[in-house]
């Protein structure tokens, strides 16, 4: 019986749903975290009466034909690249982006990474990091005698030294987009890699056409409404009882055939 299989496949992709909007609700206080949603297939068909043959040798053509779907599969997991909320902090090396964009981040390993985390801080050699300590392209290296520190929405790292009261320039923050921000690789972290599905990044400084700006002294909150994943939730849960059932069912008509003299 085929209802055992199918029902089957629609268990393990609400499953499947579940551990998505679990991830969801779980990363609703992480800085910058993008929702994601499931999206499912149907499976292939089997063809008791393939649409379009001839049922006569004088050319009549079967209108509909019968077709008996297989079940369900996991086409893919988008993440929605919606704004977050702006949070303020005042804290001096907290930046949101305002717009599209990702601040560029050199990896240990030399390869560069993107992240709209913008919760930085200062290494011991006074260069702007990540939280794990990655360095913020292009390296903007902070002097230990700076009083203040002032990023505009350009980009444009100032501090006001000791002793002096106009402020100096010491870096320029880049920006980069993506063709196709939902190609990009997650890796944990906060972190997202260049992949095929991505394209290849363009980078500028923010505010320029197609880039967003530069908010200091904020973060960006989470996308994820905890309403419409509870929502979800609920929805999820019950699509995988009603699965559950028809598994039931299929059983009890197989007893039913078995116990048959």
Known sequence: MRALDIAATGMQAQQTNVEVISNNIANMTTT????????????????????????????????????VGLGVRTAAIYRIDEQGNLQQTSNTLDLAISGNGYFQVTLPSGDT???????????PQGQIV??????????????SNATSVTINTSGQVQVTLSGQSSPTTVGQIQLATFPNDAGLDAQGN?????????????????????????????????????????????????????NSRVITTADQMLSTLTNMH
């Open 32 to 67: 910058a975290f993008k929702r994601r949603r499931a999206e499912f297939q149907d499976l292939m068909y089997q063809n008791l009466r393939r649409v379009g043959s001839n049922s006569s040798d004088s050319g009549s053509i079967v209108p509909a034909g019968a077709q």
């Open 113 to 123: 990474a993107y992240t709209r985390d913008g919760t930085f801080g200062l290494s």
């Open 130 to 143: 990540t939280a794990d300590g990655y360095v913020v392209a292009p390296g903007i290296t902070i002097p």
């Open 190 to 242: 906060n972190l997202l890699l260049q992949s095929a599905a991505s394209g290849n990044p363009t980078t500028s400084s923010p505010g320029q056409p197609g880039f967003g700006t530069v908010m200091q002294g904020f973060v960006e909150t989470s996308n994820v409404n905890v309403v419409t994943e509870i929502t979800n939730l609920i929805t999820a849960q019950r699509a995988y009882e009603m």
